[in-house]
């Protein structure tokens, strides 16, 4: 069961527990009762007991200008009726990677050998303001000083980098687009997702301007949503459900926040940096991955992703999502969910959710979109224009 | 060099290098570059390397209302002149204790065996904004559906506190003006302070009122500033400055946002249990323990905290203050440094500001406020009214 052990045998955390919300505009819904929602589906999911639970972390990227809430982690106990146990909880921040970097925390909380049931959730109420609000605050992720303060905003600076990206590589507008129409027909057959309708190439290109290249469709929505993870050590995880999944990597790597800052905006060091070491760590080659799940924010992060985290070689990642490579008939199966695209992005939540896509495909349980032989996943999730980037190894069949 | 080990043999961390700006109102210095001043003060204190460094953490409560700026950690090594390290960097928020979490996140980095070097840091920016916003940030700490959007604020929900402590245990008060007035005596020896000048007793009576019976001077001031710790593991940390100090115990808990929903309002469970934990880690008693920095948002703050964290009994706060028990003649020194009322409370930076001054005493650096013969020293953060509470036990003299 423990492999790849160091010199130090230290304790190894494994998923034991999901819940996810669905994602979308949930008017109905305040930010604490999704968190509640996805936190009690995953305590039961696992099967354990309140009084369990050793330490809790949440991502979320912005509840103090979305919701006017800071200091959101203790309400996942709150919520849950747990408040009395006075467990630790953990807010933490990295933009669109905030519940990635959640997840690494709780992962580390279990390694460090003082807890043994850690519970991550991730959560973002974002439809509560005007979409102009909602594009301020996503682009509070790049810097605000250097870029956003000048006009540049989230959406126009990734829009610079598919342009480097097609200007280098020969990256065509017809391949950013096949990101949108693949993601779409995979959300399609998740019950979870914001967006459940396949679209056409002809749709995306002929959709409204965002910003050159990019229409609105190979951006992902403005997202409500919570989910949340059950995690334990590898010391009680035999007491708990059989299809336990382990954590064998995890890595992070972080960027200069500004763009202008970075030797080359085409690839993204973070994302090299983070997966390299989340592979070594869990002993793996990019030959063992089966299916991934990676950060599409647009469509140009999913071709970047695929490259850096080498799925497919540097310019490669356009043509190889065109041609099917990355779908369920291919080598890898990137975003079975549909991606942040399809699946939605509530900021924090997204990096959880990621999880609990793999967690499901690698128990066998992704109803109408199973990866076949699904043993190894990967997890991606980055913030800003990848200052942050954390990348997850989950193995299955323990 | 190594005692109270539990059965698994794992790293402890050690405080190498200590960096701390002035605290106070900075126009003329951004956030980004408060935090790199801090930054490089720690780096240069502990006489590391940048490439060195494995992890980063950083504190902040709400830079994203205050400065437009979310996804802070990477600045942090950016502004250092390091991003093209990728060192994994993390934001983590718990209003105001968030400098203390981050500690903590740190201390556990280095105890989960992965990282030898990892700098910490707390900041925030605070007077960029009007009074009123500021008031309103500050408040994002407590519960914004069930207390803040119902008129109830940060300074209006501890005087509630407050006024049941008095009615409950007979606390006085001229009692919680003593705190005020110890704590600029503090501060007004401590050259980074924000206030640097002693107060009467009458002073504080006398002052403008802003939540019966809180005047001007029972709260602490809306500040700028940042803090930065180097934590080395006891791996490597023979090969660094032969003063390090360190970190014995670390305890962590939370409690339910809203004031309401706890069983009593006059005890800080949070705070207890933390300290316990913290205690108990460190094998210490309350009788080892010579100088605290506790968490004295408001005078009634640090009434709570001695009392919680086992200093006094329970209801003994008030008159121990006003008797001078807890100043330089006193059993136990409490905030030498003046605390967060005279030394200032940029929100995220407090708790790390807090483990500073302990570092200096613990090193006999604390110039004109030494605390003679201080072995142990005790950090107390806390965020919101209690709902995180954080706890650590430093040790000097290895």
């Known amino acids: 069961m423990e492999r790849g052990q160091g010199p130090r045998k230290r304790p190894d955390a494994y998923v034991i527990g999901v819940g996810h919300t669905a994602f979308g505009e949930a008017w109905e819904k305040s930010y604490r009762q999704l968190m509640t929602e996805a936190g009690l589906a995953a305590i039961q999911d696992a099967g354990i007991q309140g009084d369990e639970i050793d330490e809790v972390f949440v991502g979320t990227m912005s509840t ?7 200091h959101v982690a203790p309400l996942l106990l709150d919520g849950a009726g747990l408040a009395d146990l006075h467990i630790p909880a953990t807010r933490v921040e990295a933009s669109g990677a905030s519940g990635g970097l959640a997840f690494r925390q709780a992962v580390q909380a ?13 959560l973002e109420k974002m439809t ?5 609000d909602a594009q301020a605050i996503a682009s509070s992720g790049i810097d605000q000083e250097w870029e956003h303060f000048f006009g540049a905003n989230d959406a126009a600076l990734h829009a610079l980098v598919a342009k480097r990206h097609m200007a280098e590589y020969g990256t065509t507008r017809e391949q950013l687009a096949a990101v949108a ?15 459940r309708r396949a679209i056409t190439p002809d749709k995306v290109l002929r959709a409204p301007m965002v910003a050159e290249p990019f229409t609105v469709f ?23 459900r059989k299809d336990a999944v382990k954590v064998s990597g995890s ?26 070491r989340a592979y070594t760590e869990a002993g793996i080659s990019v030959a063992d991955i089966r299916l991934a799940e990676v950060h599409d924010a647009y469509t140009i992060n999913e071709i970047l992703a695929i490259e850096d985290l080498g799925f497919v070689k540097k310019g490669e990642g356009g043509p190889a999502t065109l041609e099917g490579r990355t779908g369920f008939d291919g080598d890898i199966v990137v975003n079975p969910s549909g991606g942040l695209k399809a699946r939605g992005h509530p900021a924090g939540a997204t990096g959880i959710a990621q999880v609990c896509e793999v967690v499901w495909q690698l128990r066998g349980e992704a109803k109408g979109r199973q990866v076949k032989d699904a043993r190894i996943g990967v997890t991606h999730n980055t913030g800003g224009t990848g200052a942050t980037a954390v990348v997850h190894v989950l193995e299955g069949g323990f």
């Not at 103090?64 to 800071?70: D, F, P, S, W, Y």
């Not at 279990?110 to 991730?122: E, K, L, S």
């Not at 970075?262 to 973070?270: D, G, I, K």
């Open 64 to 70: 103090g200008k979305l919701v006017g809430q800071e």
């Open 110 to 122: 279990i390694r460090a050998g003082g807890a043994d049931i850690v519970v991550v959730g991730g």
């Open 128 to 132: 509560d303001v005007s979409d102009a």
């Open 181 to 195: 129409v693949k993601n779409h027909a995979h959300g399609a057959n998740n019950p979870l997702a914001q967006f």
């Open 218 to 240: 190979d951006c992902a929505p403005v997202s409500d949503g919570a989910a949340c993870l059950v995690l334990a050590s590898s010391g009680v995880v035999g007491s708990y």
């Open 251 to 276: 890595g992070q790597a972080s960027d200069a926040l500004a763009l202008h800052s970075r030797a080359t905006t085409t690839t993204w060091r973070s994302t090299a940096e983070a997966a390299r």
